[in-house]
């Protein structure tokens, strides 16, 4: 099994630490972990388990369980469509099929610059703006397909600064 | 505790508060039919929906082994919607199952089927894509087969509760959840010790130890010399494969169907157990009186092993350098049998009948072969016994008792029987150190202290001519952790520690007959809890009716050492009956 850097070390388990007072600290380290690097791979998990005491199957579990937790590295920017109830009677699936045919990607994947990662979402609480694409925690409300190409240039000239 | 007064089909009952409707049924007299639930809740997560039922308060139908009783409550087990319903959640198990049943090792103890048969349940009734299939074959004791689960999640519980190790888990989502160890790997790839626990509690065959009765059969169309050795927990437990009462010793008949299979001899791993405590009873006095590494920790549990070398790389000097006895007793007809009979070891087929998966994987060691050469070739466990003598046709419950092969090794002592129970092994060597130290016999013979017949850990203070030994046991990997992170801290106030893989030690084996209600209508209601105790009795009087009850009185032990060994720990006892340890990495690189 590859082996954590020191300092990967420390910081997962000083995230770990942060819960320590909590009964059902898993979720929370997971999310913490998630937002800070981006994916959690077993030897994140193994290091969690064994400061937790919870076995490595069970947060194997959660990770695979949730699609907001990752195995993967995902991209710099990620594309959160929602593909709730709401958002789909309302065009979601033209939306993430749009971004999926111009990034030539499919949900899940990352582009091979590394920049975008495409995820479906199930319900993120958003129906009253729907179709809503969540961009790295920015919301964008009532998503048509024309507006996808615009949406993907601003973020690559984002990235180009 | 509070009683309460509910009904069941209109009939009234009074029952403790607090039980579910499930536990209160079975003490009103109904067996609810059900799943997912098992042994006084170790597994509760009301997952299979098999046991639903109606009752007053509650919305629609509630899933009895979760669901509380309440004063006043009226259950209905067979109103025609419960009825139904319960066939219909069996119906969509079925639905996602693959029915290969007759070419299915649990056929017969399969609860599945069981519960199918008891709800009226029809195959085929809901037709629909599968989910797929995970298989692994690639662990030497375990075999996982993912289109046979049912998802009740059992299996997780055992592994937790025996070990604190939680091997297994439900991995991803909805349709496409399986269960497995971290990223569907092997348990070969996982810090799995292959105890074989999980196999013990799974309903299906979606969990099995590794058969190995073709390499049995390969052996014997090959014209091998093919030797059989059973070890002592298995006398007490197969009578249960063909009917008898649990706790019933069955030697006499298990040598005669052995004999019947066409092996050539038909040895008793006790002779091995006297030799594992002549060498490991003279290890302990070295490193007693030589300042060696203490405690020492007995080495004969193979998911044990795993275990230390997983967990606890550091404290691999504490192990007994000693190999198992089937291990030794291999090693021993392949040099001193084979020898003494003109064979080839080549020529030879050690075939180990054992309560136990792990010793599946012990048999591949590499630090488990002279000159290349395996000590054991084939490791089956009881129930794969079993199956041998129900295939052969035997007749088990007619057969005469027959002794076993007495020529070289077949003597055996009382210390070698009670190896197969936790503090057995303790108990042997205490009583074989205690001579060794004071040149007399202990008075009593027994050491009552280190017996029992659970999990959790027991400790005792033997006085020895005025030495006083601290003694522990430990059997579940939760209860040796504790022991061994004192060890870690520099705390042990112990010099000797047996730990066994299994709860109970081997006669609770993840390799020993399946212990369920639903098939065992003559034994008693509280039989989860008391079945380990009785196979440990069993042991414990083949013991009592021993004449020879200590391993070094062994006359074909002496004569071992007198011939072929020289002294216990001999240059040659190391050669052949010694072994070596490594850390591993729980999860290695594939």
Same mark, same amino acid.
């Given at each position: 099994?590859?082996?954590?850097?020191?300092?990967?070390?420390?910081?997962?388990?000083?995230?770990?630490?942060?819960?320590?007072?909590?009964?059902?600290?898993?979720?929370?380290?997971?999310?913490?972990?998630?937002?800070?690097?981006?994916?959690?791979?077993?030897?994140?998990?193994?290091?969690?388990?064994?400061?937790?005491?919870?076995?490595?199957?069970?947060?194997?579990?959660?990770?695979?369980?949730?699609?907001?937790?990752?195995?993967?590295?995902?991209?710099?920017?990620?594309?959160?469509?929602?593909?709730?109830?709401?958002?789909?009677?309302?065009?979601?699936?033209?939306?993430?099929?749009?971004?999926?045919?111009?990034?030539?990607?499919?949900?899940?994947?990352?582009?091979?610059?590394?920049?975008?990662?495409?995820?479906?979402?199930?319900?993120?609480?958003?129906?009253?703006?729907?179709?809503?694409?969540?961009?790295?925690?920015?919301?964008?409300?009532?998503?048509?397909?024309?507006?996808?190409?615009?949406?993907?240039?601003?973020?690559?000239?984002?990235?180009?600064? | 505790m509070a009683m309460i007064n509910i009904k069941i089909?209109?009939i009234s009952y009074q029952v403790e508060e607090g039980l579910t409707i499930l536990e209160a049924a079975k003490k009103c007299?109904?067996?609810?039919?059900?799943?997912?639930?098992?042994?006084h809740g170790?597994?509760?997560?009301?997952?299979?929906? +098999?046991?639903?039922?109606?009752a007053t308060g509650?919305?629609?139908?509630?899933?009895a082994?979760v669901y509380p009783v309440a004063e006043g409550m009226e259950i209905?087990?067979?109103?025609?919607?419960?009825?139904?319903?319960?066939?219909?959640?069996?119906?969509?198990?079925?639905?996602?199952?693959? !029915?290969?049943?007759?070419?299915?090792?649990?056929?017969?103890?399969?609860?599945?089927?069981?519960?199918?048969?008891?709800?009226?349940?029809?195959?085929?009734?809901?037709?629909?894509?599968?989910?797929?299939?995970?298989?692994?074959?690639?662990?030497?004791?375990?075999?996982?087969?993912?289109?046979?689960?049912?998802?009740?999640?059992?299996?997780?519980?055992?592994?937790?509760?025996?070990?604190?190790?939680?091997?297994?888990?439900?991995?991803?989502?909805?349709?496409?959840?399986?269960?497995?160890?971290?990223?569907?790997?092997?348990?070969?790839?996982?810090?799995?010790?292959?105890?074989?626990?999980?196999?013990?509690?799974?309903?299906?065959?979606?969990?099995?130890?590794?058969?190995?009765?073709?390499?049995?059969?390969?052996?014997?169309?090959?014209?091998?010399?093919?030797?059989?050795?059973?070890?002592?927990?298995?006398?007490?437990?197969?009578?249960?494969?063909?009917?008898?009462?649990?706790?019933?010793?069955?030697?006499?008949?298990?040598?005669?169907?052995?004999?019947?299979?066409?092996?050539?001899?038909?040895?008793?791993?006790?002779?091995?157990?006297?030799?594992?405590?002549?060498?490991?009873?003279?290890?302990?006095?070295?490193?007693?009186?030589?300042?060696?590494?203490?405690?020492?920790?007995?080495?004969?549990?193979?998911?044990?092993?795993?275990?230390?070398?997983?967990?606890?790389?550091?404290?691999?000097?504490?192990?007994?350098?000693?190999?198992?006895?089937?291990? !030794?007793?291999?090693?021993?007809?392949?040099?001193?049998?084979?020898?003494?009979?003109?064979?080839?070891?080549?020529?030879?087929?050690?075939?180990?009948?054992?309560?136990?998966?792990?010793?599946?994987?012990?048999?591949?060691?590499?630090?488990?072969?002279?000159?290349?050469?395996?000590? +054991?070739?084939?490791?089956?466990?009881?129930?794969?016994?079993?199956?041998?003598?129900?295939?052969?046709?035997?007749?088990?419950?007619?057969?005469?008792?027959?002794?076993?092969?007495?020529?070289?090794?077949?003597?055996?002592?009382?210390?070698?029987?009670?190896?197969?129970?936790?503090?057995?092994?303790?108990?042997?060597?205490?009583?074989?150190?205690?001579?060794?130290?004071?040149?007399?016999?202990?008075?009593?013979?027994?050491?009552?202290? +280190?017996?029992?017949?659970?999990?959790?850990?027991?400790?005792?203070?033997?006085?020895?001519?005025?030495?006083?030994?601290?003694?522990?046991?430990?059997?579940?990997?939760?209860?040796?952790?504790?022991?061994?992170?004192?060890?870690?801290?520099?705390?042990?106030?112990?010099?000797?520690?047996?730990?066994?893989?299994?709860?109970?030690?081997?006669?609770?084996?993840?390799?020993?007959?399946?212990?369920?209600?639903?098939?065992?209508?003559?034994?008693?209601?509280?039989?989860?809890?008391?079945?380990?105790?009785?196979?440990?009795?069993?042991?414990?009087?083949?013991?009592?009716?021993?004449?020879?009850?200590?391993?070094?009185?062994?006359?074909?032990?002496?004569?071992?050492?007198?011939?072929?060994?020289?002294?216990?720990?001999?240059?040659?006892?190391?050669?052949?009956?010694?072994?070596?340890?490594?850390?591993?990495?729980?999860?290695?690189?594939?």
């Amino acid at each position: 099994m590859a082996k954590l850097n020191a300092a990967a070390a420390a910081k997962i388990e000083e995230i770990c630490d942060r819960y320590t007072d909590e009964k059902t600290p898993l979720m929370m380290i997971l999310s913490d972990i998630q937002n800070e690097y981006g994916y959690i791979p077993l030897e994140v998990q193994e290091l969690v388990s064994k400061k937790t005491g919870i076995s490595v199957a069970e947060i194997y579990g959660v990770v695979t369980f949730y699609s907001f937790f990752s195995l993967e590295p995902k991209g710099k920017f990620v594309i959160g469509c929602c593909l709730g109830t709401a958002c789909y009677v309302k065009g979601a699936q033209q939306v993430i099929d749009k971004f999926s045919e111009l990034l030539n990607i499919k949900p899940g994947q990352t582009s091979e610059d590394g920049l975008f990662t495409l995820d479906a979402l199930r319900c993120i609480g958003a129906c009253g703006i729907a179709p809503a694409v969540s961009i790295n925690g920015k919301v964008y409300p009532k998503v048509e397909v024309g507006q996808v190409a615009g949406i993907i240039d601003s973020y690559r000239k984002e990235a180009a600064v | 505790m509070a009683m309460i007064n509910i009904k069941i089909e209109g009939i009234s009952y009074q029952v403790e508060e607090g039980l579910t409707i499930l536990e209160a049924a079975k003490k009103c007299g109904y067996e609810i039919p059900s799943l997912c639930a098992f042994n006084h809740g170790e597994c509760n997560r009301g997952s299979c929906r +098999v046991c639903l039922v109606e009752a007053t308060g509650a919305r629609g139908l509630v899933a009895a082994c979760v669901y509380p009783v309440a004063e006043g409550m009226e259950i209905k087990i067979s109103s025609p919607a419960a009825t139904a319903a319960r066939r219909h959640s069996v119906e969509l198990l079925l639905s996602n199952h693959n !029915m290969n049943c007759q070419q299915c090792d649990k056929n017969g103890k399969c609860e599945l089927l069981h519960v199918a048969y008891v709800t009226g349940a029809r195959e085929g009734a809901f037709q629909g894509v599968h989910s797929e299939t995970h298989l692994d074959t690639v662990a030497p004791g375990l075999v996982r087969d993912t289109s046979k689960c049912i998802l009740c999640g059992r299996c997780i519980e055992r592994c937790k509760n025996a070990h604190g190790l939680g091997i297994l888990g439900f991995e991803n989502r909805g349709f496409n959840t399986f269960v497995s160890p971290a990223e569907n790997r092997s348990f070969a790839d996982s810090p799995c010790i292959q105890c074989g626990q999980c196999v013990n509690v799974c309903h299906t065959g979606a969990l099995m130890e590794h058969s190995e009765i073709d390499k049995i059969d390969a052996a014997f169309a090959a014209g091998k010399t093919v030797i059989a050795q059973a070890a002592p927990a298995v006398r007490a437990a197969l009578g249960e494969e063909f009917g008898f009462p649990i706790g019933t010793p069955v030697t006499g008949k298990m040598v005669a169907a052995m004999r019947r299979l066409g092996f050539t001899r038909v040895y008793d791993v006790n002779f091995g157990a006297d030799l594992t405590i002549m060498e490991e009873g003279t290890e302990l006095l070295g490193r007693l009186t030589n300042g060696g590494t203490l405690p020492m920790i007995t080495s004969c549990s193979p998911g044990w092993i795993n275990y230390a070398e997983y967990n606890y790389g550091d404290l691999l000097p504490h192990l007994s350098s000693c190999k198992s006895p089937h291990q !030794m007793q291999g090693a021993i007809i392949k040099s001193y049998w084979a020898e003494q009979n003109g064979i080839d070891p080549k020529d030879i087929f050690v075939v180990s009948v054992m309560p136990c998966t792990a010793k599946k994987f012990e048999k591949e060691r590499e630090q488990e072969k002279v000159n290349g050469i395996p000590d +054991v070739d084939a490791v089956i466990t009881t129930r794969e016994l079993a199956r041998m003598i129900k295939r052969g046709g035997i007749l088990f419950d007619r057969l005469p008792d027959e002794d076993w092969d007495q020529d070289i090794m077949g003597d055996y002592t009382g210390a070698g029987v009670i190896f197969g129970v936790t503090g057995g092994v303790m108990e042997a060597a205490l009583r074989t150190v205690y001579f060794k130290l004071t040149g007399k016999e202990s008075e009593p013979i027994e050491f009552k202290a +280190v017996r029992g017949h659970d999990a959790g850990i027991r400790e005792a203070s033997i006085d020895i001519n005025g030495t006083t030994v601290n003694v522990a046991i430990a059997s579940g990997m939760k209860s040796a952790k504790v022991l061994l992170d004192e060890i870690r801290e520099g705390k042990s106030k112990y010099q000797f520690i047996e730990i066994m893989g299994c709860p109970g030690g081997c006669i609770n084996g993840g390799g020993q007959p399946y212990v369920r209600e639903c098939f065992l209508p003559n034994e008693s209601d509280d039989i989860m809890d008391t079945y380990k105790e009785k196979r440990a009795q069993a042991l414990y009087s083949e013991d009592e009716r021993q004449t020879l009850r200590q391993s070094h009185n062994n006359p074909q032990i002496v004569e071992l050492y007198e011939k072929f060994l020289g002294e216990p720990n001999s240059h040659k006892a190391h050669e052949l009956l010694h072994t070596s340890y490594a850390a591993r990495e729980g999860f290695n690189e594939i």
